[in-house]
C-alpha cells in the first residue's frame, strides 16, 4: 500500500489560483490512476480530476472544465493540479487518491487517501 501526501492549499480571493500536490511513494503497481477529489460542507466527496496510469489521459468534472487543468508533464509519482478562477463554491478539502479503479472519479473505489488539504476561496 502506498502512501499519498498533499500539499499546496490555502487561502485566496474569487478569481485567484492556487495549485495543489500530491505525492506519491511506495507504489509496486503500474499503471495506477490518480485524482483529486473534493469535500465541500454538507456535500458528498467529488471527483474533481483524473489520470490515468496507462496514458496519462486526463479527465475533468464539468464544474472544473476550464479553470483546472492537469499538467502535461505530470509523473505517476507526483499528481499536481492547477486551479484557476477560483470561486467560494470551491472552498473545501481537497484529497488525493490512487489506485486502480474501473470508474476514475468514483470514490467508492478507491482505498488509498492523502490526508487531504484546505482550500478556502473568499469572495
Known amino acids: 500500500q502506498g502512501r499519498l501526501q498533499e500539499s499546496g492549499g490555502g487561502s485566496v480571493q474569487a478569481g485567484g489560483s492556487l495549485r495543489l500536490s500530491c505525492a506519491a511513494s511506495?507504489?509496486?503497481?503500474?499503471?495506477?490512476?490518480m485524482a483529486w477529489f473534493r469535500q465541500i460542507a454538507g456535500k458528498e466527496r467529488e471527483g474533481v480530476a483524473a489520470?490515468?496510469?496507462?496514458?496519462?489521459?486526463?479527465y475533468y468534472a464539468a464544474f472544473v472544465q476550464g479553470r483546472f487543468f492537469i499538467p502535461q508533464n505530470n509523473t505517476m509519482r507526483t499528481l499536481n493540479q492547477q486551479m484557476n478562477r477560483l470561486n467560494p463554491e470551491d472552498t473545501g478539502i481537497y484529497y488525493c487518491?490512487?489506485?486502480?479503479?474501473?470508474?476514475?472519479?468514483?470514490?467508492?473505489?478507491?482505498?488509498?487517501w492523502g490526508q487531504g488539504t484546505q482550500v478556502t476561496v473568499s469572495s
Open positions: 489520470i490515468y496510469g496507462e496514458d496519462s489521459s486526463t
Open positions: 511506495g507504489y509496486t503497481d503500474s499503471p495506477y490512476h
Open positions: 487518491a490512487a489506485g486502480r479503479p474501473n470508474m476514475v472519479m468514483e470514490s467508492r473505489q478507491y482505498t488509498n
